[in-house]
């Protein structure tokens, strides 16, 4: 394993539940009227993610909404938008993850999308829990 592996992905997200992690906080930047739904990089400390959808009636919400599903494998009702429903920042709240498996997802799908492990650079961030 990579001395920079899980770096960027405890950077997207905080842990919640204290003690026992019930799930996660994810920070995102969404592009909504992309051609596809994909992640697509780090942008700050949010995971950058283009949806196929327009943000008209709530549609790039749900189309990302379920995207976060997909990626992590729970289901939709598991994933809420907690802040950010009219901004390209939002916090997604996806229950039912644990911490590890979410960095390992996380760090899967920046891989896919052509993140070297070179641009995660830096100390190891501290997770925050909220």
């Given at each position: 394993m990579s001395p920079y592996s899980g770096w960027?992905?405890?950077?997207?997200?905080?842990?919640t539940g204290g003690d026992k992690p019930t799930g996660i906080v994810l920070r995102v930047m969404a592009h909504p009227g992309a051609g596809r739904t994909s992640v697509v990089g780090v942008h700050g400390d949010a995971l950058k993610i283009r949806v196929g959808a327009p943000p008209v009636e709530?549609?790039?919400?749900?189309?990302?909404?379920?995207?976060?599903?997909?990626?992590?494998?729970?289901?939709?009702?598991?994933?809420?938008?907690?802040?950010?429903?009219?901004?390209?920042?939002?916090?997604?709240?996806?229950?039912?993850?644990?911490?590890?498996?979410?960095r390992h997802l996380i760090d899967e799908a920046l891989s896919r999308a052509g993140v070297k492990s070179s641009s995660r650079r830096g100390p190891a961030p501290v997770q925050r829990r909220v």
């Open positions: 960027v992905s405890a950077e997207v997200f905080d842990v709530g549609r790039a919400n749900a189309a990302l909404i379920t995207m976060v599903a997909e990626l992590f494998g729970v289901k939709e009702s598991e994933v809420a938008i907690t802040s950010g429903e009219t901004s390209r920042t939002k916090r997604l709240s996806v229950g039912g993850i644990d911490p590890e498996q979410a």
